[in-house]
T-cell receptor, first 113, second 112 residues
Framework: DSGVTQTPKHLITATGQRVTLRCSPR?????VYWYQQSLDQGLQFLIQ???????AKGNILERFSAQQFPDLHSELNLSSLELGDSALYFC????????????FGEGSRLTVL | GENVEQHPSTLSVQEGDSAVIKCTYS??????FPWYKQELGKRPQLIID?????GEKKDQRIAVTLNKTAKHFSLHITETQPEDSAVYFC???????????FGKGTRLHILP
């Protein structure tokens, strides 16, 4: 158990819909990262937050948004969903020190029909 | 921005033999290079990492080498075992660690 909690574990929805994925980082971790993993694809970096503030953006679509709340949990919002958005979405957290180790949650598997 | 290339995409080795996975990165300012292992249906987990101030690091059967001049780093697994079968990801991190970019992964098969 990494200590990172993601909900829901599985989500099935239709095209055009909107969903919210939630992540609770490890106790004490200030940084939260979101990654998208499609079938046979690597880990695509989406966005990173540190202590409530956006720190870095990757290949995140404009239809997607995220935020980190004062209690440090984070939410990834995906809207106007398309079939190609079907993927496993990972949240990871880190202490924000020089170790750099990311602790991944179990992921949220999104299926868009 | 940072780009990380990883090769090969698939690797099959006989149990007991060695496996080598190679990565190159584009941002010369990158200073932290972790390797993650993802077993089927599981989350990625860190197995070893190296910082730019060292050229090699070893942990039992796993070693990582870094060539900053050439901007490439490699994972070496010796005496491979069935439980080494997984997808391995290399990554590179810019100073401050605010963007950790992963390669596309290598699927390692250990053959009996």
């Amino acid at each position: 158990d990494s200590g990172v909690t993601q909900t829901p574990k599985h989500l099935i929805t239709a095209t055009g819909q909107r969903v919210t994925l939630r992540c609770s980082p490890r106790s004490g971790d200030l940084s939260v990262y979101w990654y998208q993993q499609s079938l046979d694809q690597g880990l695509q970096f989406l966005i990173q937050y540190y202590n409530g503030e956006e720190r870095a953006k990757g290949n995140i679509l404009e239809r997607f948004s995220a935020q980190q709340f004062p209690d440090l949990h984070s939410e990834l919002n995906l809207s106007s969903l398309e079939l190609g958005d079907s993927a496993l979405y990972f949240c990871a957290s880190s202490v924000w020190d020089n170790t750099g180790e990311l602790f991944f949650g179990e992921g949220s598997r999104l299926t868009v029909l | 921005g940072e780009n990380v290339e990883q090769h090969p995409s698939t690797l099959s080795v006989q149990e007991g033999d060695s496996a080598v996975i190679k990565c190159t990165y584009s941002d010369s300012a990158s200073n932290y290079f972790p390797w993650y292992k993802q077993e089927l249906g599981k989350r990625p987990q860190l197995i070893i990492d190296i910082r730019s101030n060292v050229g090699e690091k070893k942990d039992q059967r796993i070693a990582v080498t870094l060539n900053k001049t050439a901007k490439h780093f490699s994972l070496h697994i010796t005496e491979t075992q069935p439980e080494d079968s997984a997808v391995y990801f290399c990554a590179a991190s810019s100073p401050g660690g605010d963007k950790i970019i992963f390669g596309k992964g290598t699927r390692l098969h250990i053959l009996p």
